[in-house]
């Protein structure tokens, strides 16, 4: 099951005085499904970022009972690692390993005794992206969208309850965005993960609950969808 957010005064410095994000308040409910758009340089990016704590910012970010900026780094870090999962617009995958391998490489960095059931879990999350008869294949043979499903199979496999997305779409030609939004969409919805999503792709954040708006670092919209 997600996590709900809750945000409030949120400020994201920047150099020289700069801030690149501004959000005084925001409320999300545990799984929901939530696209973030706006102008390229907006804060969408810088957005996700703090949401993952990887940028020092000021104010509250609180997943559930845990308020996020008060961890030092190290908690911080763990507190990502058990609970998000993040996919990235160019993949991240190592090509020297195949899909199998890839999906599950978290595993290396967690506890001996969780290591298998997490193994497990990337493989039955390829099998439902289609990808569980290319398990063994490298994946430098794979096409974007393969690819893709890949990062998705291993962001997933920790059964982390928040997903944050950015550009998921980004460098896929329309069929196989499409194809990806609907496995993307439908896992987050079977599982109750809470997902995130930055994405100028309009046919992503038209499946998406509530759309964000951002723009020149502020929040400027905030819309239920009709999906």
């Given at each position: 099951?997600?996590?709900?957010?809750t945000?409030?005064?949120?400020?994201?410095?920047?150099?020289?005085?700069?801030?690149?994000?501004?959000?005084?308040?925001?409320?999300?409910p545990?799984?929901?499904?939530?696209?973030v758009?706006?102008?390229?340089?907006?804060?969408?990016?810088?957005?996700?970022y703090a949401?993952?704590?990887?940028?020092?910012?000021?104010?509250?970010?609180?997943?559930?009972e845990?308020?996020?900026?008060?961890?030092?780094?190290?908690?911080?870090?763990?507190?990502?690692?058990?609970?998000i999962g993040?996919?990235?617009?160019?993949?991240?995958l190592?090509?020297?390993?195949?899909?199998?391998?890839?999906?599950?490489?978290?595993?290396?960095?967690?506890?001996?005794?969780?290591?298998?059931?997490?193994?497990l879990?990337?493989?039955?999350r390829?099998?439902?992206?289609?990808?569980?008869?290319?398990?063994?294949?490298?994946?430098?043979?794979?096409?974007?969208?393969?690819?893709?499903r890949v990062?998705?199979?291993?962001?997933?496999?920790?059964?982390?309850?928040?997903?944050?997305?950015?550009?998921?779409?980004?460098?896929?030609?329309?069929?196989?965005?499409?194809?990806?939004?609907?496995?993307?969409?439908?896992?987050?919805?079977?599982?109750g993960?809470?997902?995130?999503?930055?994405?100028?792709?309009?046919?992503?954040?038209?499946?998406?609950?509530?759309?964000l708006?951002?723009?020149?670092?502020?929040?400027?919209?905030?819309?239920?969808?009709?999906a």
């Amino acid at each position: 099951m997600g996590l709900p957010l809750t945000i409030s005064e949120l400020v994201v410095p920047g150099g020289k005085g700069r801030v690149l994000l501004s959000l005084p308040k925001l409320e999300l409910p545990a799984g929901a499904l939530v696209g973030v758009r706006g102008p390229s340089g907006a804060g969408k990016s810088t957005l996700l970022y703090a949401l993952a704590g990887l940028l020092e910012a000021e104010g509250s970010i609180r997943w559930g009972e845990t308020e996020l900026l008060r961890l030092g780094a190290e908690r911080r870090t763990r507190f990502r690692a058990d609970n998000i999962g993040m996919i990235f617009q160019d993949f991240l995958l190592f090509e020297e390993l195949d899909a199998g391998a890839n999906a599950a490489l978290t595993a290396l960095f967690r506890p001996r005794r969780e290591r298998a059931a997490m193994r497990l879990r990337a493989s039955k999350r390829l099998s439902a992206l289609g990808l569980g008869d290319h398990a063994g294949r490298h994946v430098s043979s794979f096409s974007g969208g393969e690819r893709q499903r890949v990062a998705i199979a291993r962001a997933m496999a920790a059964e982390a309850p928040v997903l944050l997305a950015d550009e998921p779409t980004a460098s896929l030609d329309r069929a196989s965005a499409d194809r990806l939004i609907d496995d993307l969409v439908h896992l987050a919805r079977d599982s109750g993960t809470t997902l995130i999503a930055v994405s100028h792709d309009r046919h992503l954040t038209d499946r998406m609950d509530r759309v964000l708006t951002i723009t020149d670092g502020a929040l400027l919209g905030d819309e239920a969808t009709a999906a």
